[in-house]
């Protein structure tokens, strides 16, 4: 029996992911340099897979001003990142997920400065009883499972009675090693990417009533 769902947030509650590709992809281009997205896509999920300030550099062949390169970088992410909203689907689990009684909790590989911030400004933190970073578990990101083991411990609540909703491989892995089922739902950063076996995929959360969901990975 589910008595938890713990949601991803980049790229699963809000499309993080396309406005940092988009912003390092123009900063590379400005320095005359190209930064394909099958490189990228390796660290979707993570943090740990891909310095794209060491790839730069390897790539123009000297050391970048790396302030200067940051807040150019910064300033682009703000702009695509306020065309962003809450991706379909998600509002309707939150609401069900509380309407069924069950315990809701946040796993993510970003820091609480950057999760804690949009869920504010989008008005959805108050629906989490457990938010859990990686600045709880010691700088540990996916795929490692700690934020989902963290979460779990917040949330009192067994591995398997827990579901996972993810949208990227890492994700998806660091919660199927601390023990609990998962969902993909990939974006437009993650679809093309392979995943191992989960217990379902959806194309967005608005395919499927969480309660149907429920009855699909019994």
């Known amino acids: 029996m589910i008595e938890a769902l713990i949601f991803d947030f980049d790229g699963l509650i809000l499309d993080t992911e396309t406005p940092d590709y988009l912003s390092w992809k123009a900063v590379y281009e400005s320095f005359g340099c190209e930064l394909p997205l099958m490189i990228w896509q390796d660290n979707i999920g993570s943090v740990d897979f891909f310095n794209p300030y060491t790839h730069l550099e390897e790539l123009v062949g000297r050391p970048v001003d790396r302030t200067a390169v940051h807040a150019q970088r910064q300033q682009l992410d703000r702009e695509l990142l306020a065309q962003q909203t809450i991706l379909p689907g998600v509002e309707s689990y939150l609401a069900e997920a509380r309407q069924l009684g069950l315990k809701i909790g946040l796993a993510s590989s970003s820091q609480h400065a950057w999760v804690d911030g949009f869920l504010a400004q989008l008005g959805l933190i108050e629906w989490f009883d457990v938010i859990c970073c990686r600045d709880d578990v010691g700088d540990r990101s996916k795929p490692d499972p700690a934020v989902y083991l963290a979460a779990l411990q917040a949330l009192d609540v067994p ?52 309660l149907q969901l429920f009855a699909q990975i019994k």
């Open 159 to 210: 591995a398997q009675h827990a579901l996972a909703l993810e949208d990227s491989p890492h994700g998806a892995l660091a919660a199927q090693r601390a023990g609990l089922r998962c969902v993909i739902i990939p974006n437009q950063m993650t679809r093309a990417l392979s995943f191992g076996p989960v217990d379902h995929r959806l194309d967005s959360l608005i395919d499927m009533p969480l």
